[in-house]
């Protein structure tokens, strides 16, 4: 077993990839079997559902870390806070991708995953007087894929 590292900001995707080879005259359709470990119940990491490597060549295999949630702030900055939900930070995402092959052979990588602060965009200043009544706009990205109240 091979390790991947990841390290990106948490909601930002990082890709890696490796290769494996075919070593047969037929062409092979792979399903690589991902599973994020932990956290329990979610899924940072994702792969292609199938993968078609072609008769005695390689092909390329992308692996996608996407993290929801930050792990643990090196050297306990926070000291040992846990995340906003209650629950407490894993100090790295972990997962496996395993991917057998038709010639009985068998790819697998141990992946790690570190989800950093988010960067800010921009930051809001502005003068407004006092005692009187003043709207600000405050622009909000939706990262999820559904739509949020």
């Known amino acids: 077993t091979k390790t991947m590292s990841f390290s990106t900001e948490v909601r930002k995707e990082m890709k890696q990839s490796f290769e494996v080879e075919n070593t047969q005259d037929v062409d092979w359709r792979l399903s690589p079997q991902v599973a994020t470990i932990e956290p329990v119940g979610v899924s940072f990491f994702s792969c292609p559902r199938e993968v078609v490597v072609p008769a005695r060549k390689k092909a390329e295999i992308e692996v996608t870390y996407l993290p929801f949630a930050m792990t643990e702030v090196a050297g306990g900055e926070e000291g040992g806070m846990a995340s906003p939900s209650g629950r407490p930070r894993c100090e790295k995402h ?52 559904e739509r949020q109240r």
């Open 94 to 145: 972990r997962g496996s991708v395993f991917i057998g092959t038709p010639d009985g052979n068998a790819v697998s990588y141990s992946l790690e995953g570190v989800a950093l602060p988010p960067k800010v965009d921009k930051r809001l200043q502005e003068r407004v007087p006092c005692k009187k009544q003043y709207n600000q706009r405050v622009p909000v990205k939706n990262w999820l894929h």
